[in-house]
């Protein structure tokens, strides 16, 4: 899945990822202009976006109530941002508080010693937040990171207008969705859109399919490093039932040249050229901004995906970007240290922050929002989406985010090559059991 990092985003519509858009520009505050982080007091570095302003509000309201202590706030274009925490990490230069999107990056820190352990110390902000995603800034079974904005799960987006139109019941199982595939090629409808030219939508299928088939534990043996776990016969059954969709007409026959970037995918949807589209929830706001009437007249629906029959994985599971986190550099004094950790704990998504996310339409990664939500403008659907990562037994970070780089990119390429027809099943797992072994 294309990381939450480089995707197009729509304040106040949906569920986003606004703060991690590409921009060119840095932001404004209180902020030095590019210094490195201090180990003697208070920094932290973030990203530019919509979400910006939120953050900056945050370490404002601390610095009012700890003016002797206060934050050097610095905003980044993605990769900037990205490049200077790389260069800065571990060499005493980096900031105090290091924003990161836990996986393989975090596993990175951890095993260089960057970063501290947070077990025990960051109860308070855990106590309030969404458990399943606060396991994802673990490793090892320590804390090591807290989460910092909101939650966005992969959602099944239908067309409700299609589907009353030929008698389709929306798919809860594999089955029925294959069903539903039948019934839309028959009628020269493209039944699920995919956005093949991007890549990353991709992932989503094998993601899902996998868990749904194996459940959870087949892709942790990957992560673990053990010895072939490519070769699980979940991933292969996964893998040969994107062949069965492919070879069934399910993404027609141009989804290599769609970009989803652009919201093409979204359009093939709200245009009534295609059925369905598995997408991540930040597309809602694609949806918002493209086709309001679509949105406003209920023919946008949305589903979890579908449970595969005989499968071990729980069909409550849900795959996605959990959040982003906070995470405490090992290179601040241990004085400061003690400060970032009161400021996770007092002021870290608490309730003046997620009132601020709300409002923008983004849902933090936090309890107890089942009676805010309903009130708010599409309310249907952030209920939706919130109740998919709350009622989650487990929430899977996107695979290209779990993995280290160069693993990553070489599932990438092998997964389009399967979806194209350039390679078999046993050509992936080939292929990606060779990075476990370098």
């Known amino acids: 899945m294309k990381p939450v990092t480089r995707r197009a985003t729509l304040a106040g519509l949906g569920i986003s990822v606004p703060a991690l858009v590409t921009l060119s ?3 404004g505050g209180k ?3 590019g210094g490195a982080g201090s180990s003697s007091s208070l920094s932290v570095w973030a990203l530019t976006g919509a979400k ?3 953050y900056q509000q945050s370490f404002d ?3 009012d109530a700890n003016p002797d202590s206060p934050f050097a706030v610095e905003f980044f274009a993605n990769d900037s941002y990205k490049e200077k925490i790389r260069t800065s990490i571990g060499s005493g230069n980096a900031p105090t508080l290091v924003f990161n999107w836990a996986g393989g990056t975090l596993e990175d820190y951890v095993s260089n010693e960057s970063v501290v352990d947070l077990s025990g ?3 308070d902000v855990l106590s309030r937040t969404i458990e399943s995603i606060a396991k994802v800034g673990e490793v090892d079974g320590k804390q090591y990171g807290v989460p910092n904005n909101d939650t966005q799960p992969v959602v099944l987006y239908y067309s409700t207008e299609l589907f009353e139109e030929h008698g389709v019941t929306p798919p809860t199982t594999w089955a029925e969705l294959m069903t539903a595939v039948e019934t839309f090629v028959e009628a020269d409808i493209i039944p699920i859109a995919l956005a093949g030219q991007s890549v990353w939508p991709e992932l989503m299928y094998i993601q899902y399919l996998t868990d749904r088939i ?3 534990g087949v892709f942790e043996k990957v992560l673990s490093g053990e010895a072939d776990a490519w070769s699980d016969p979940a991933i292969t059954s996964a893998l040969e039932s994107i062949v069965e969709l492919v070879d069934a007409g399910a993404f027609g026959s141009s989804f290599g040249s769609v970009a989803a970037d652009a919201g093409a995918d979204a359009a093939l949807v709200h245009t009534g050229q295609a059925a369905m589209l598995l997408q991540g929830s930040w597309v809602y706001g694609t949806f918002k901004q493209d086709a309001p009437d679509f949105v406003a007249d ?6 979890n995906f579908p449970a595969v029959e005989g499968g071990d994985g729980d069909p409550s599971n849900v795959v996605g970007n959990p959040a982003n986190f906070w995470s405490v550099s090992s290179d601040a004094d241990e004085e400061v240290q003690e400060l970032a950790i009161q400021y996770l704990n007092d002021f870290n998504l608490n309730e003046e922050m997620v009132e601020s996310f709300l409002a923008m339409g983004a849902i933090p990664a936090v309890k107890d929002l089942e009676d805010k939500l309903p009130d708010l403008d599409d309310g249907d659907f952030l209920s939706f989406a919130y109740d998919m990562v709350t009622n989650a037994p487990h929430f899977q970070l996107s695979w290209d985010q779990a993995l280290p780089a160069a693993p990553a990119q070489e599932l990438l390429t092998n ?3 399967i979806f194209l027809g350039e390679k078999e099943p046993a050509d992936l797992v080939s292929a990606m059991n060779a990075t476990l072994d370098s």
Do not use: I, N, R, Y
């Open 25 to 27: 520009a840095c932001g």
């Open 31 to 33: 902020q030095p202009a």
């Open 52 to 54: 910006e302003d939120t």
């Open 61 to 63: 309201a601390w610095d």
């Open 121 to 123: 110390k960051v109860d």
């Open 214 to 216: 194996g459940g959870e």
């Open 298 to 303: 209920g023919k946008l629906g949305f589903l």
């Open 415 to 417: 997964l389009s090559q």
